[in-house]
């Protein structure tokens, strides 16, 4: 575990910095590219690779999913807050050995679930474990305190779980 002071996260990705949406949706979209298509990040030494099918406007499924927010998925419209953050994803996978980064494992159906949690940003990015590799599930900004509290208490417990 790495006990630096600090982890220093990267910088917001503003849509003011931007002269229109559509150049800031490309940017963010490169950015996801850059992260998740051209290179793989790893996760205990395995690619995390992200789902591409079915694609939403030509455009990869997971990073329609990660950087929008509604509950039909054929529906779901941009959240600036998600696409803001579109570095932190790779960022938390990368750091894992950071004791910032909180990392344990659910169960969702017969899916097993890696979350990984920083409480200072209030963010989350899930892995979906699979044989061979892990898939990029999502990724958000955790914005009610009560889910906050939630994630926290899950992680005690499966902390709990694996010193009993």
């Known amino acids: 575990m ?11 990705i503003f849509l003011n910095d931007y002269l229109d949406f559509q150049l800031y949706f490309r940017a963010v979209y490169n ?7 051209k290179s793989k990040p790893q996760y205990n030494g ?5 789902k591409k099918y079915p694609e939403v406007d ?4 997971t990073f329609y999913h990660i950087t ?4 039909d998925e054929q529906n779901r419209l941009p959240d600036i807050k998600r696409m803001e ?5 790779r960022f938390y996978i990368d750091n894992t050995q950071h004791k910032d980064i909180l990392i344990w494992e659910n169960t969702r159906g017969r899916d ?12 989350v990015v899930i892995l979906n474990k699979r044989e061979g590799y892990y898939l990029f ?4 900004l955790v914005e009610q305190e009560h889910r906050k509290n939630k994630l926290l208490k899950e992680y005690k417990a499966y902390l709990n779980t694996k010193t009993a």
């Open 137 to 140: 599930w999502a990724a958000y």
């Open 31 to 37: 950015i996801f590219e850059n992260n998740f298509i």
């Open 2 to 12: 790495i006990e630096e002071e600090n982890l220093i996260f990267p910088n917001l």
């Open 46 to 50: 395995l690619d995390v690779g992200v």
């Open 58 to 61: 030509g455009i990869h499924r």
């Open 112 to 123: 097993t679930r890696v979350l990984m949690f920083n409480e200072e940003q209030s963010y």
């Open 85 to 89: 953050r579109i570095h932190f994803p």
């Open 68 to 71: 929008h927010e509604g509950e």
